[in-house]
């Protein structure tokens, strides 16, 4: 193995395989916090935009840089109003939980159309009802249309979002005061708390073990490939296991990244934005729009760092599944420089 003579440290992480592309376009949230306090929904949706830099003082205490200026590599996440179009249940046997029922609003949108039809039937509300024992989960089913956004896709996306609630008696009555109503953004998250994102990512097609995993090219003139790994396994078992790098997929994977902070919450119909050193309203979309976004005329929230995925993808969000500090302050917001 030229220059190693023992072993080495394995390149790539196996928490992310299989390294396949993902099935679809849209994340799926699998796993929703468990929060007993008052009832509301645990998560949202929005496309991603574009990134700004957000100027901030950093609040974090016992921290070198406190009270200092930051800059903020941000994304921005364009939030349309999501639609509350029904109710799911489920129940749980030994095989896991399974859905039993749906209960669809009167009326729902007519671009619902495109992706299922459904009609409204009221003795599914009298099941729910009935059944209370029986459930073990509940959900909200939304939509939210791409058309708000300002882009071109008709079809809305629809999927599920978890509710919170002391018991199911009481997210059911919760899904029933606001089923058919439009919920924005500022209903469900608020300035300063953190969040976690799921998306899909950025494609990059084939990928060799160099680029994929990170392993290292070999010695000049020690084999005949120089971007190839050294040995693909022992002699015995003449097999090639599956943690050993080898070309594929990169890119197009679902990921979640966790206690991602909100530095705004923003719900001007403009897009536009005002914070204490800018009295003034100013625009947060840059000369001519995001590129391959364009410009942000809805509901928006703005996160410190990246997000995964492309322009124009959906990005789901939702309250943190891990443990954060109770505190949520309000970011001290300086200046905001939409490029």
């Known amino acids: 193995m030229g220059h190693r003579k023992y072993s080495s ?10 390294r396949i592309r993902a099935k679809s376009l849209e994340s ?5 916090p468990e929060h007993s306090e008052n009832s509301s929904l645990l998560g949202f949706a929005g496309f991603k935009a ?11 205490e016992k921290t070198p840089n406190f009270g200092k200026q930051l800059d903020n590599s941000s994304t921005v996440i364009s939030t349309p109003p ?8 489920y129940k749980k046997d ?9 209960a669809y ?11 299922f039809k459904t009609k409204y039937n009221e003795k599914s509300f009298e099941v729910i009802e009935s059944s209370f024992d029986s459930i073990s989960s509940i959900f909200a089913v939304v939509s939210i249309s791409p058309k708000k956004a300002n882009l071109s896709q008709k079809k809305p996306f629809v999927f599920e979002i978890g509710v919170s609630g002391k018991d199911i008696q009481t997210k059911y009555q919760y899904l029933r005061d606001i089923l058919g109503k439009e919920i924005r953004i500022s209903d469900v998250f608020q300035n300063g708390q953190f969040i976690d994102v799921s998306g899909i990512t950025r494609g990059k097609g084939i990928e060799g073990p160099i680029t994929r995993f990170g392993v290292k090219r070999k010695q000049h003139k020690s084999r005949k490939s120089v971007r190839a790994l050294g040995t ?12 050993v790098p080898r070309q594929g997929q990169r890119g197009f994977h ?15 119909a403009d897009g536009s934005i005002q914070t204490p050193a800018q009295p003034k309203k100013i625009s947060i979309n840059p000369p001519g729009g995001f590129n391959h976004f364009g410009l942000i005329n809805t509901d928006y929230i703005v996160v410190r760092g990246s997000v995964p995925g492309v322009p124009k993808r959906l990005v789901k969000m939702r309250h943190p599944i891990r443990n954060t500090t109770k505190k949520v302050l309000e970011p001290k917001i300086i200046e905001v420089i939409a490029k």
């Open 105 to 115: 609003s009167k009326d729902l949108p007519k671009e619902l159309e495109r992706k």
């Open 94 to 102: 030994a095989y896991g939980e399974k859905a039993v029922i749906d």
């Open 254 to 268: 679902q990921r979640t990244e966790y206690n991602k902070r909100i530095l705004m919450v923003s719900s001007a």
């Open 232 to 243: 693909l396994g022992p002699i015995s078992p003449a097999v090639v296991m599956y943690s």
């Open 82 to 89: 999501i639609n509350i179009i029904g109710i799911r249940c």
């Open 50 to 60: 574009g990134q700004i830099q957000v100027m901030t003082i950093d609040d974090k």
């Open 9 to 18: 440290p394995r390149r790539g992480s196996l928490a992310f395989y299989p």
């Open 28 to 32: 799926k949230v699998r796993n929703w």
